[in-house]
């Protein structure tokens, strides 16, 4: 790709981001459920955009999603690599001392336990109310990991149609959990 071309394309990419600001603000905020977060993640793309480091690119506002999308697992997996990361240390800083005296309370409220307890029954509820289709997609791709490809191969379905029953069952977990 020439310079002239790469320099077309990367304005071409930022005048797509200006034109779909606002659907794309709509679709990270969907996906992060905070739309804090989500003005978070588009500055995160404007910058990527604006780097100019890409390569040839066929459709430019698709690109633009799977970018917002990345960005988006990116926090995902950083907030789990975080979770396990304090939940390593907290393990360590409240193992028993070399006395034998009994480890310190690993969680220092009885209620959070009860909460979290609350939270994950009502999680498992709402996710046994989804419809059948839905909630075996959404089982597979988001609890076992599976990619969009892989979850419609074992489905015997399209890539589209498990888009479209993840959809639904986070659109109907959202609202089942709000309540």
Do not use: C
Not at 9 to 24: P, T
Not at 111 to 129: G, H, K, M, N, T
């Amino acid at each position: 790709m020439s310079a002239m071309a790469a320099e077309e394309q990367h304005e071409g990419l930022a005048a797509l981001y200006l034109a779909h600001h606002r659907e794309l603000l709509r679709f990270l905020a969907a996906r992060t459920g905070d739309p804090h977060e989500a003005e978070d993640v588009m500055q995160e793309l404007w910058l990527k955009v604006t780097a100019g480091q890409h390569g040839p690119v066929a459709n430019g506002r698709a690109y633009l999603y799977r970018m917002a999308q990345n960005l988006v697992l990116d926090r995902v997996r950083e907030r789990g690599r975080r979770v396990r990361r304090e939940s390593a240390w907290h393990g360590v800083a409240f193992e028993t001392d070399t006395s034998g005296a009994e480890a310190a309370d690993r969680r220092s409220d009885i209620e959070d336990q009860l909460v979290e307890r609350e939270e994950v029954a009502r999680l498992a509820s709402a996710i046994a109310a989804l419809p059948e289709g839905a909630r075996r997609a959404f089982r597979l791709h988001k609890i076992d990991g599976l990619s969009h490809g892989e979850v419609a191969a074992q489905l015997g379905i399209s890539k589209s149609g498990v888009e479209k029953h993840i959809a639904l069952a986070m659109k109907h977990l959202r609202r089942m959990l709000a309540d």
